[in-house]
């Protein structure tokens, strides 16, 4: 906790007004995570990104029950802005808790979702999460720790996302759930899917 708030307030030692207007219009982007249900709408829309649409949705699903509805009312940590009235804050102030971000759980949940779809695109996304999650702190809205566990958290469902999608696409192949002439979830059948998934494990290595 200490440590939290020496870089929350040393963060707020380069505050400007110019900044605050930048960081007020970006954190925006992803409120409620409604940029990222668009594109995994938008994504599931056509048969070669339907799987990864279905994926996004279910990783932002799963932070929101897991982030949202289970462990902050169970941490029930004030926000910043909360313990300390006296520093202005220049975006709505969240009425919720403050562990752990919203906004960072699904950023990374999304980032990690397309880490394995196309890792090219995943470095972006994974930088624009970061810029999102120093938003957060910068307009003392959250501390670095509340961030910091979103970030898991997202990546952590964005896992589970991928592969659990991934599982049931395999096991139904190109099923047509709904009726729709000429749908299916995606253009791979079950076996393509799981060689495509274990190609992946052999050339993708985590390092700490």
């Not at 505050?15 to 992803?30: E, G, Q, S, Y």
């Not at 996004?56 to 004030?78: D, H, Q, T």
Request: proline share 5%; with cysteine; charged share 15%.
């Amino acid at each position: 906790m200490k440590t939290d708030k020496k870089i929350i307030y040393a963060i707020q030692r380069i505050r400007t007004p110019k900044l605050d207007m930048f960081f007020r219009v970006f954190t925006h982007i992803a409120e409620y995570g409604i940029a990222w249900m668009v594109a995994a709408a938008v994504c599931f829309l056509f048969a070669e990104t339907r799987l990864l649409g279905m994926q996004l949705g279910v990783a932002l699903f799963l932070c929101v029950v897991i982030g949202e509805v289970f462990i902050k009312p169970s941490v029930r940590r004030k926000r910043p802005f909360v313990n300390d009235p006296s520093v202005k804050v220049v975006v709505h102030k969240p009425k919720d808790f403050s562990c752990p971000s919203g906004h960072s759980s699904s950023c990374f949940a999304c980032a990690t979702v397309f880490l394995f779809f196309d890792w090219r695109i995943s470095l972006p996304l994974y930088l624009f999460a970061c810029a999102i999650a120093f938003s957060r702190v910068y307009l003392f809205v959250h501390y670095p720790s509340d961030v910091l566990g979103g970030a898991v958290l997202g990546f952590f469902c964005g896992l589970i996302a991928y592969f659990a999608c991934a599982y049931f696409v395999g096991l139904y192949g190109a099923l047509n759930p709904f009726g729709w002439e000429g749908f299916s979830f995606l253009p791979l059948q079950g076996e393509e899917i799981f060689s495509s998934a274990e190609i992946i494990f052999e050339n993708f290595s985590f390092s700490v």
